[in-house]
């Protein structure tokens, strides 16, 4: 099946560049050069992923990024020149999946594409997944249901927008409710990549996940457990 790519960056030879590598690796491709080109682009026909630089004319990346979160749950690759933790923190806040450094490696970019395609649609249902049946696929802890098939959340029936890291994280704290998950754990069963000591990827995206529960259960779900990790109570 072919995977559909959204290039979105202002600096044109930037965005060339990836579109090279990433159609010699057999993506289809797309190219916009703000954020408001990259919104009508993916309402015309939506994509399986989002490349997006944060510095762009017109609308900005976050801006961009933001709107699409208001109903999508596409995965976003946000880029940037800024190098500090904050930036960092920020895109991720914002509901980037992930976030790369410019410059980058075109190499390590491609793995990038490739690692959240397949955690995208390791919790799509998608038919790549295998045949497992429902009673496999859904889980159910109080007012919370989850069901892997559809990758759907609900809440007392009131769906959750999530992200497909978000859903990655909830379905794996939720498959063993009261069990501790470091952050390392976390990182390496949804991310399927090597931790580092200093990544603060698995914090952004508990607190949003977190945030987007507690406003639906009116409770905490996800509790921290400091020094070790996170879980979800039983």
């Known amino acids: 099946m072919e995977r559909r790519v959204l290039i979105v960056d202002d600096e044109r030879e930037i965005a060339d560049l990836i579109e090279i590598y990433l159609k010699n690796e057999g993506f289809v491709t797309e190219k916009a050069y703000d954020g408001e080109q990259a919104l009508l682009a993916y309402e015309k026909n939506p994509f399986d992923l989002v490349i997006l630089d944060i510095m762009m004319p017109n609308m900005d990346g976050l ?44 190499l390590e970019l491609i793995a990038r594409v490739r690692s959240l395609l397949r955690r995208s649609y390791q919790y799509s249902g998608n038919p790549e997944g295998g045949g497992a049946s429902r009673s496999d696929k859904e889980l159910r802890l109080g007012p919370l249901r989850i069901d892997k098939l559809s990758h759907t959340a609900e809440v007392d029936g009131k769906p959750l927008h999530l992200t497909s890291t978000e859903f990655g994280i909830l379905h794996l704290l939720a498959g063993q409710p009261g069990r501790v998950f470091s952050a390392e754990d976390i990182f390496q069963q949804v991310w399927k990549e090597k931790y580092f000591d200093s990544n603060n990827t698995v914090m952004v995206h508990i607190s949003k996940l977190r945030d987007k529960l507690e406003k639906e259960l009116g409770d905490k779900m996800i509790v921290t457990v400091w020094g070790v990790g996170y879980k979800i109570e039983g």
Do not use: C, H, W
């Open 63 to 106: 801006e961009a990024t933001r709107r699409l979160r208001r109903d999508q749950s596409v995965p976003i690759l946000m880029l940037s020149a800024k190098a500090e933790d904050m930036d960092k923190i920020m895109g991720l806040m914002t509901g980037a999946d992930d976030y790369m450094i410019k410059p980058f490696n075109p």
